[in-house]
């Protein structure tokens, strides 16, 4: 989860899509290399580009956002410049078509900095213009970053390295995509 000066009073809680625009760049902050990921949202028909998912680099993976990819975001109706986005809820609006396939648990990351896991999938040349032959991509996606370690592991228990999920992509971008445990 990342964040811009909370904590959100939660009588002005509101939630919305948080989208990345400008992914992956490399900043310094207090002395030490990120990568930040540019977001923009929309709140009561205000586009809104004022964002950034920082991602620390202290974990074994380093997470790539892609541009497009979509967030769940809590945000404070009084100033919506606080605001929360929960990098453990990616997801496609209803209007977006995707396309479903299997993926493989390469990795999974303790909860450190970014707890999450990384990912195979395969995307056949049939299922999408995006890629010139059969291509296995791989994805980091965050999870349980909102949960205790305990808690990650009472909502995933069986969650292993080699055990294999439902993956949801993009066609016009395979590497948006999201695994479901």
Known sequence: MVSCQIPISKSLRAYTVAT????????????????VSEIDFTIDGVH???GEM???IGSPIIPKLC????????Y?????????????KPMFLPNEPYVETIGTVLHISPLVWNGGIEFSYLVKK???????????????????????EK???RQYPHLKKGNKYVVKYLPSN????????
């Open 48 to 50: 809104r580009r004022f």
């Open 76 to 88: 404070d109706t009084s100033k919506p410049s606080k605001y929360l986005v929960y990098e453990d």
């Open 174 to 181: 395979p590497q948006r995509a999201v695994i479901y445990l």
């Open 54 to 56: 920082k991602i620390d």
């Open 126 to 148: 049939e299922k999408t213009n995006a890629v010139a032959k059969d291509t296995v991509f791989t994805k980091f996606q965050e999870i349980g970053t909102t949960l205790g």
């Open 67 to 74: 541009k497009g990819e979509k967030f769940v975001m809590v």
């Open 20 to 35: 990345v625009t400008e992914p992956n760049t490399w900043k310094t902050r207090e002395r030490y290399p990120q990568s």
């Open 151 to 153: 808690s990650r592991r």
